[in-house]
């Protein structure tokens, strides 16, 4: 995967002045999930610093009951408060997961800093075990660098 060439769009869509900040967010979800075959589901959460918990906001693939994360739990809850990547080659292996579905196999979370604040994150998840390598990081931070645009 040459995630080079998926860099343009994301600026596309993040200076899109047509769109909503949530229309924004939606549109990334959708195209990462239509251009990385192992991207099967996309989503942003949202902290609340005051109550610890990561609030579901625009995401592509299946339903989730997942829509409030409490930190500390799950990978996502994790990442809350590490404010550190986090990739999971195998959700089988790990103790604290949250199971969103039989076919998810493996998930990678990047945390979304704001001027140096954590306030949320990027959620991928993969029907593949062990899809996600160094180059996925480094394009999700590209990803966050621009979504954190939206919010200054």
């Known amino acids: 995967m040459n995630f080079e060439t998926l860099k343009p769009s994301i600026v596309e869509f993040i200076t899109n002045e047509s769109l909503t900040r949530d229309e924004k967010l939606k549109h990334i979800c959708q195209y990462l999930?239509?251009?990385?075959?192992y991207y099967n589901w996309v989503g942003?959460?949202?902290a609340n610093h005051e109550t610890k918990t990561l609030h579901l906001g625009p995401y592509v693939g299946a339903e989730t009951d997942h829509t409030v994360i409490p930190f500390g739990k799950g990978i996502c809850g994790q990442v809350a408060e590490s404010n550190a990547n986090f990739v999971v080659p195998d959700v089988a292996a790990q103790d604290n997961y949250i199971a969103c579905?039989?076919?998810?196999?493996?998930?990678?979370?990047?945390?979304?800093?704001?001027?140096?604040?954590?306030?949320?994150?990027?959620d991928i998840d993969s029907h593949v075990i062990d899809p996600f390598s160094e180059a996925d990081e480094r394009f999700l931070e590209f990803v966050n660098e621009q979504v954190a645009l939206l919010f200054k």
Do not use: A, H
């Open 33 to 37: 999930q239509d251009n990385i075959s």
């Open 44 to 46: 942003f959460y949202f």
């Open 101 to 122: 579905s039989f076919t998810v196999k493996s998930e990678i979370v990047v945390p979304l800093f704001v001027d140096r604040k954590n306030i949320g994150q990027i």
